[in-house]
């Protein structure tokens, strides 16, 4: 890779995280626990536009999880489904589908997490952190994403 094109992808994953980070910070109060809604999960979308976002998104989780109070199943495991979710994003060509794997993913991991960490009920929990991922990922991602997709020219 060109020296300048490892610096412009580094600078976009970092920007990213960070912006991942303040918004996850920012709506603390419905960024963590059962009934969340992550509004930094709209960004989920952006690997669909350049890869950039998988490390951007992986960092950025695992900071915002540092703060979240669940310790380390949570900094860990949450990081690493967000991470796998944002591959996946990344391989999803139909822009209606690329909502999908965080909702799925986070449902069942962050469901896990959840139960262990403080002993919750695990299909309620799995059913609660899918609808708040359902409300980011296609309430506020699946707009981004379109309103995104008429500027790619800013992702080159």
């Avoid at 359902?134 to 994403?145: F, K, N, T």
Wanted: proline content about 6%.
């Amino acid at each position: 890779m060109h020296k300048s094109r490892s610096y412009n992808y580094w600078t976009r994953a970092a920007m990213i995280g960070a912006i991942y980070v303040v918004l996850t910070i920012i709506f603390a109060p419905i960024s963590y626990g059962m009934v969340q809604v992550r509004i930094s999960e709209a960004l989920m979308v952006l690997p669909f536009f350049t890869p950039a976002a998988i490390p951007g998104l992986f960092i950025g989780c695992l900071i915002a999880n540092i703060f979240g109070g669940l310790g380390m199943p949570d900094i860990v495991f949450g990081s690493l489904a967000t991470l796998l979710s944002a591959y996946l994003v990344s391989k999803i060509d139909n822009k209606y589908l690329v909502p999908l794997p965080p909702i799925l993913i986070n449902a069942v991991v962050i469901g896990f997490v959840l139960h262990y960490v403080l002993a919750l009920p695990l299909i309620m929990t799995m059913l609660w952190v899918g609808l708040g991922q359902v409300i980011a990922c296609y309430g506020l991602g699946l707009p981004l994403l379109l309103f995104l997709e008429k500027r790619r020219h800013i992702f080159k």
